[in-house]
């Protein structure tokens, strides 16, 4: 269901990423999953709730340091959205790589899901997402060259932004502190402990 997902948003949205094999195109889940169905990101979110989905596996890996799991479900779960999230990216002419399109959960504007390119919580989920599965596969001793586009890719995902208000900027174009009852990016890098700012 997650790989038919990702396929449907790739031709939706960059269908020359799709690939002929489909193991390469990954797969992704959205905010509205549940025991009933999957859904994938749209709607109300952007590419890097599945991002936050896999982070869960990296942290159960983390805490047990169980390696038979990691190498038999984790690895492969991880591996497996970090290929979906390589491809939701596009190169801006500065040379960064923002995900397109791209939405933080459950923020609207004029009544309507707010679209844009690179948000916060979605560049800040790829960003995670790329930097676990480097981890687990240095620990597993995996190599392929899709590990290295996304150690490339990696590195172009652009840091976190601060605004005029000193907020961490959950939008590109936002300037100053925008009243929300929401603010997902705060939230979520903070519990995934690796927030940067340059």
Same mark, same amino acid.
């Given at each position: 269901?997650?790989?038919?997902?990702?396929?449907?948003?790739?031709?939706?949205?960059?269908?020359?990423?799709?690939?002929?094999?489909?193991?390469?195109?990954?797969?992704?889940?959205?905010?509205?999953?549940?025991?009933?169905?999957?859904?994938?990101?749209?709607?109300?979110?952007?590419? /890097?709730?599945?991002?936050?989905?896999?982070?869960?596996?990296?942290?159960?890996? @983390?805490?047990?340091?169980?390696? $038979? *799991? %990691? +190498?038999?479900?984790?690895?492969?779960?991880?591996?497996?959205?970090?290929?979906?999230?390589?491809?939701?990216?596009?190169?801006?002419?500065?040379?960064?790589?923002?995900?397109?399109?791209?939405?933080?959960?459950?923020?609207?504007?004029?009544?309507?899901?707010?679209?844009?390119? /690179?948000?916060?919580?979605?560049?800040?989920?790829?960003?995670?997402?790329?930097? @676990?599965?480097?981890?687990?596969? $240095? *620990? %597993? +001793?995996?190599?392929?060259?899709?590990?290295?586009?996304?150690?490339?890719?990696?590195?172009?995902?652009?840091?976190?932004?601060?605004?005029?208000?000193?907020?961490?900027?959950?939008?590109?174009?936002?300037?100053?502190?925008?009243?929300?009852?929401?603010?997902?990016?705060?939230?979520?890098?903070?519990?995934?402990?690796?927030?940067?700012?340059?």
């Amino acid at each position: 269901m997650g790989q038919r997902e990702s396929d449907r948003l790739y031709q939706k949205n960059n269908p020359d990423a799709l690939s002929a094999i489909p193991e390469e195109n990954g797969w992704t889940i959205g905010t509205g999953a549940n025991a009933f169905s999957i859904d994938s990101p749209g709607g109300h979110s952007g590419p /890097g709730t599945g991002g936050f989905t896999t982070k869960l596996f990296w942290d159960y890996y @983390d805490f047990t340091r169980d390696e $038979d *799991i %990691l +190498k038999r479900h984790s690895y492969p779960a991880m591996l497996g959205m970090a290929k979906f999230l390589s491809k939701t990216l596009k190169p801006t002419e500065e040379g960064y790589l923002l995900a397109d399109p791209s939405s933080s959960p459950e923020q609207y504007h004029n009544g309507t899901t707010y679209q844009t390119k /690179g948000c916060a919580f979605d560049q800040g989920m790829i960003w995670e997402s790329f930097h @676990d599965v480097l981890k687990a596969a $240095d *620990i %597993l +001793k995996e190599e392929s060259p899709f590990l290295r586009t996304i150690k490339e890719q990696i590195g172009k995902l652009d840091a976190i932004q601060i605004g005029e208000s000193g907020q961490i900027k959950e939008y590109r174009e936002e300037k100053s502190i925008v009243t929300s009852e929401i603010r997902a990016i705060a939230i979520f890098r903070i519990y995934a402990h690796s927030i940067r700012v340059r």
